[in-house]
DNA sequence: CAGTGGTCTAGACCACCGG
DNA sequence: CGGTGGTCTAGACCACTGT
């Protein structure tokens, strides 16, 4: 039987680590039945709690299903999930090393859009404060942003005038945790801002869309638009 | 105290929802420190086991930061993780309604180029196996696959035509369970290939790449290049 | 209805690391 | 060094669901 550590006992990951091998290796076949958690816990010699755990963390990374009475099966086709992690942007550009610049381009209260009344589920006439600002890495525009917030839900905005600081880090420590829609997609460079990220018009962008709610309230959407040749790039 | 049922002791679940909404209150401020385990455990009414598997699904999930000796911190920011499911294409066009439909546009063994060389650490003049495939919902392209197989790593590739089933469901029955990076971008459709998408040149296409290791060695890289508008989204 | 996973408990030991 | 989180154990009860 292998174990980690010098004759210790398994922890749990090391049981992951052990049954994902296995897994693997093709040694219960695709959609075959794992055994109980009792007899895996009498194999690797651990208590029941600690297989539970461990094959707990196979299901949880889309690798087998587990049902009670049906018992554990291997899944065919392991169901993927890729995780991205959302940085501030602030952040992302000092990771480069670059100094973080931000600029306010625009700024100003008005009726909400229907695209954006529909996206958010606001009423008619609706207001919001519409937001358009720069993030750059030294003087190299790096993600243009274009936010509305619901003055309706988040009547303080209208006291922020985001002149030294972007809306997104004021948002964070206004509303700290909500609900979230995240959309990732490609889209042409629109003329009336393809100059401000240094792009020719209908140039390929990478676009974020993000809506936010709180409460069961939608209280902002955001597009965030990234400069030429942007990847979001993930491992797992 | 709030409890889940009828009377009955909170789970896991319903204590990290209890926490969760604490710290969005602002209760402990952030930044602010949490009572230990054994408090929190006390206050509640559950074992400290209990407890702990409810904070530790909160630092999971990005909203605490836990250290032996310092204890729980709430994160000013919280980091924030998206999660995208990657389906398979036939899966994912099934969902719409749509037939799913495949077809295969060449195949051919050859050299590999010296960008493919240098993204999957090949040798020089390995050979690999260079698919184009076109998957379409109906009678509508959705997503067109160009695929590079590395032939020293499966040489098993070489025998399969490709015909009648796709390159990704192939290689997910043969080597189930891998290592994955996976980017997201936006590219400009080439004069190559815009056509079989239904594109103009240079139109916006959103694109994953993704390269598949084994056993510490790279198996196969592919480009998927989405139908115009498409979206990849999620909910946290 | 019986076997399986899901969870809780009380106690224990240990690793880590801040003061 | 001592308090904190990380984990394991043995036992228990329960919820779900396939047969």
Redesign the pocket.
Known sequence: MTRTGRG????????RSELQARLASGHWGAGGR????????AEF????????????AL?EDGLID???????RVLPAPRRAARFAIPVVRDEIAATGAAYGYALIAREAGPAPDWLRARMGLGAGAQVLHILCLHSAGSVPFQLEERWISLEALPEAAGEAFRDRGPTEWLIATVPYSEVEMSFLAEGADRAWAGLLGMEAGEPVFTAERTTWWQGRAITHVRLRYRRGYRMTTRY
């Open positions: 210790g006992k398994m922890g749990w990951r090391a049981l794992l055994p109980s958690e009792t007899e895996l816990a010699g651990v208590s029941r709690a600690t297989m539970n755990r461990a094959l707990g299901a587990r049902r009670r009475r049906a018992g554990s």
